[in-house]
């Protein structure tokens, strides 16, 4: 039996929800002590489980998105199925459901019918484009949402194809807005007794995650200048974010704002001299100059290949200059500071007996800690979770003849 964690402890979640987006908020919520019960076909389950499989240890993607919840299998196409999802919901907080726009309605578990069940149902529905506009009957994937929502460019190079990233971050995004707007509707519905339905989209999502920069681009009505530099600031206060490459091709990045930060960082790593004859001991000069950036790119990348990343980086840090080395994935996930705060841990495998390496949590609680879990087997919850809304082991037995769990 698990031993109660986390501040969300006595919140009750059913999610009929695959791929990243859709179930990525709950699983968030399971490690917060959330009780997750995930609704899936008795044909397969959710279509991810059978993605990214590795010999001897089964799906990461499944894994990653889909730990410390419940497997219940229910066939939703069946009126029996559907009865006993509404007898889920009737116990529930929040229920998600990322199907293609109409098909939820469709198959019996739409919001109107839902909240009939629940009045104080939270329902999240998540989707590609949006609930209106003029795609918003298509699917929707995080590639999709990436092309559209403009992060393609944001992380393009001069002369180079524009690409989509291998990290889903269009997931990722809408799942924990969907996982913020939930508990939000939550402390509504627990205040006033109403629930309601959310709507959230990939691209939604990621429109939002364009922050500042996609506002300044609207008020400018001007594309930013995307590549090795970040320029930001005016004239009399520039700043800049870029990247450079050591001697060995080992990348890190630094960020200043202002002219004072500028002078501190060149003199920390000894370029300020030639800066200086190059004609760049302000800064500001690059501000709406392209020609001037260029150089001053060109010649500081020239200085950072005179040294080591590990050098650079400890003398921009001692300077208090926000600084870095740009981590691989691997990189990452031994990085001191990721280690230390646990944001990468192990959990234990009974199965595999051993442990493996996962993504820890991004919360510490003074109070209540949240845990990671495992993902569960197919229908592993059956006989608990349908045994708690009164089916006997006759029942459910009858139930698994006839296909409807």
């Known amino acids: 039996m698990s031993v109660p964690h986390g501040p969300l402890q006595g919140v009750k979640v059913v999610s009929c929800s695959t791929a990243q987006a859709g179930t990525v908020p709950w699983m968030l919520m399971a490690d917060l002590g959330a009780d997750v019960i995930k609704v899936e076909s008795p044909q397969g389950g959710d279509p991810s489980?059978?993605?990214?499989?590795?010999?001897?240890?089964?799906?990461?993607?499944?894994?990653?998105?889909?730990?410390?919840?419940?497997?219940?299998t229910l066939n939703l196409k069946s009126e029996e199925g559907r009865a006993i999802l509404r007898k889920l919901v009737a116990k529930a907080?929040?229920?998600?459901?990322?199907?293609?726009?109409?098909?939820?309605?469709?198959?019996?578990?739409?919001?109107?019918?839902?909240?009939t069940v629940n009045p104080k149902l939270v329902y999240v529905s998540i989707s590609g484009y949006g609930p209106d506009g003029p795609h918003a009957h298509l699917p929707g994937t995080d590639s999709m949402a990436q092309a559209l929502g403009g992060i393609a460019e944001a992380y393009a190079t001069a002369g180079q194809k524009m690409k989509t990233g291998v990290v889903s971050v269009a997931d990722e995004t809408c799942a924990i807005l969907a996982?913020?707007?939930?508990?939000?509707?939550?402390?509504?519905?627990?205040?006033?007794?109403?629930?309601?339905?959310?709507?959230l989209s990939l691209l939604g999502g990621q429109i939002r995650l364009m922050g500042w920069t996609l506002q300044t681009a609207m008020w400018r009505n001007q594309n930013p200048v995307t590549g090795q530099a970040r320029v930001t600031g005016t004239r009399e206060r520039p700043g800049i974010s870029a990247s450079f490459d050591d001697r060995d091709g080992k990348p890190l990045v630094f960020q200043i704002t202002g002219p004072e930060d500028w002078k501190d960082a060149m003199m920390s790593l000894g370029f300020l001299g030639p800066l200086e004859k190059a004609g760049f001991a302000d800064l500001g000069v690059i501000i709406d100059d392209d020609q001037k950036r260029i150089e001053l790119l060109a010649t500081l990348d020239a200085l950072f290949a005179t040294g080591t990343r590990d050098d650079w980086v400890a003398r921009l840090r001692g300077a208090d200059i926000v600084s870095a080395p740009i981590n691989t994935l691997l990189e990452a996930s031994n990085d001191p500071d990721v280690v230390a705060?646990?944001?990468?841990?192990?959990?234990?495998?009974?199965?595999?007996?051993?442990?493996?390496?996962?993504?820890?949590?991004?919360?510490?609680?003074?109070?209540?800690?949240?845990?990671?879990?495992?993902?569960?087997?197919?229908?592993?919850?059956?006989?608990?979770?349908?045994?708690?809304?009164?089916?006997?082991?006759?029942?459910?037995?009858?139930?698994?003849?006839?296909?409807?769990?």
């Open 341 to 405: 705060n646990g944001y990468v841990t192990e959990v234990e495998y009974p199965k595999l007996g051993r442990k493996l390496k996962v993504h820890g949590t991004p919360w510490k609680f003074s109070e209540t800690p949240a845990k990671p879990g495992i993902a569960p087997e197919l229908g592993e919850h059956n006989d608990a979770v349908l045994g708690e809304l009164g089916f006997s082991e006759t029942d459910l037995a009858d139930l698994r003849a006839r296909k409807v769990i």
């Open 49 to 72: 489980r059978r993605m990214t499989v590795l010999p001897g240890m089964g799906s990461t993607f499944f894994e990653a998105n889909n730990r410390g919840v419940k497997s219940v």
């Open 93 to 115: 907080d929040i229920f998600g459901q990322n199907f293609r726009p109409g098909a939820a309605e469709k198959n019996g578990f739409g919001w109107e019918e839902l909240r």
């Open 179 to 199: 996982f913020g707007g939930a508990l939000a509707a939550l402390t509504h519905a627990r205040t006033t007794g109403v629930g309601q339905k959310i709507d």
